[in-house]
């Protein structure tokens, strides 16, 4: 089965973490479906799935033309009251009678995509991974960006962030059921293509989707608490001020960010190789950990000056 | 979305929504459905209506057994009033009135149901419900670019014919038509009016309170996971029709008020009306686990269930 998707994750849109209560008010959306969340390891707030219609072509590597029909499902989540994702996710199967069916037909499923005309897997695979599409063909990004600007919207933030975080994108592909390989090779699964794009590549030997997706959505949230540290600490550090001015730019990230790093709370283990290969290389973790020491390092230098100081 | 599933077998009660099962007969038969003028036509008017009917009610039962293969099949049968559109007299009156006739018929009346029900059933917003539910038909190089427009308060099976007001460079007298998505070489274009009104004001069309209905006799809406419109024995009478139950059990006796299928005798004049309907029908999402539980619930006593919800719903139409 073949699957994809893609996650935008940003800072939410409020001054301060928000509580549980104002987290499930702006992931309530939906009539009658209620948010799912729990709250170990980690706050954690999923709105219900919403169905985007499609009927359009897809994108693929060698710019040819097929169609596809059918619904992408989407959901908001919050996590630890402090960052905000919009998810899309489809299964893209062939069209039995490869032709246009009613309505109805493609409703019975849910995110799910047919495909009218001949193609190659890998073609597509990579095409979905494209950064730049042609302009007719299914945007995905799109989609996904007006999901998480629901969030964003909503009433219950007050639209006064704590700090300036750009929202990142990671756009991926799976091969689901596939006996091949257990887990992809390292290294080449996880790509930085631009400032705000990543793409992944994931084959996988089971059939469950929501782990998958929920397995792209805690790689899209460390991958952007990663790039945030790492900008915060580069404009601080290279900042022409004072050692305590510079720390003092550092304290957003302490008071927001450092306590939502937690790879793999939520994925079953199945899923866990594919974590473990990423902390081999390019070791999300390993950066993590040296940045949260740089900052420490920073705080505790700045309070030995301020202690060493002379007083009155 | 599953709970993380850790081998120590932790899992929070809150991650998870409980989807509340409704009881289910095999087939669900909609003995009529009617409106104000029916009753002022008086009462051997409507014992004739049941008698058209009766027949075709007794076939659907035979035929219950036949297509799939049921000993003893649970068949429910169920009458709409209109209590949204019109005025009516006396609840007890009027009940009464539609029993006797059906009685006289040879019927039997399972359940009484209101079509204000449809809208507001004993609390819950259906109406709302439903039509957050909607996902449209795509027309050709939808491609998620921009967002789906389906706030006017109508919906429809296909491309629209382009505005004149909004293309004043089109000449006069030339016009582009619509077109069906899924024609069958050429089109049959439906635009239904889903509403009108605003806000807590909306008036829900008939298409789609019909579509709520079908909705309900398939068993598959939930709010939040809880049943709806749960049918209540009928009770004593209120003398206000919105005080009554939406669903109201008339034979203790009867089997379940949904089912996996439903078959109704119409008469002619409602075939445009079903036709929106089904067009309503087939641009409304389903949650999925509502879908998953009937449809392992089939599987578990072997009864045939198409995956689409429109094709699980066949009619009669007959003439007055």
Partial sequence: MLAFGEVQTGLLQNSTALSRERALQALNFVTGESVRHSARPIAHAVSADRLDSVDCLLPTASRGHIRGVGTLASHATIVGGQVAQGSTYATILPSAENRRMPWSHYLAGHGQIETIGKYRRADLMTGLLRPDPDESTLDTSAITGRMLDTIQRSASLDRRPPLRAPRTRLRWVASLNDGATAATAPGEAFTVVTDELRTLRLTVRGEDLDAVVALCE??????????????????????????????????PAVDHLLHLWMPAARIPEELLPVWEALERHPGFSRQWDASVARIRDQVTMSTLALLESPTD | MTAAQSSTGYAETTAETKFEQAPLAHLSVELGHLYMEDFTLGFDHLVEHFGRVAPWSAAARTLTKERWGVKEPRVSTCFLIDDYFARLGDPKDIIDLVMEAADKAGLTIDYIARESGCALADGVDLGRLVSDRLVADPTPSTNGSRPPTNKTGWLCNGRRSPDAAAAPAMSFGSWEAPEQNAKNRHSIFLDVELWDGRGPERRWSLPFLAAIWQLLRLGLLRYDGRLVARPQDAGDYSDDWSELPAVMRMNPNAEPFSAYHTFSVLDSRFLEIEHATRVILSQVQIQKQIARQIESRSLGERVALPKEIVNRIEYLILNA
């Fill in chain 1, 218 to 251: 805690d790689l899209a949230l460390h991958d952007w608490l990663l790039t945030t540290l790492l900008s915060i600490l580069d404009t601080a550090l290279t900042s022409n001020r004072s050692r305590n001015q510079k720390t003092e730019r550092l304290r």
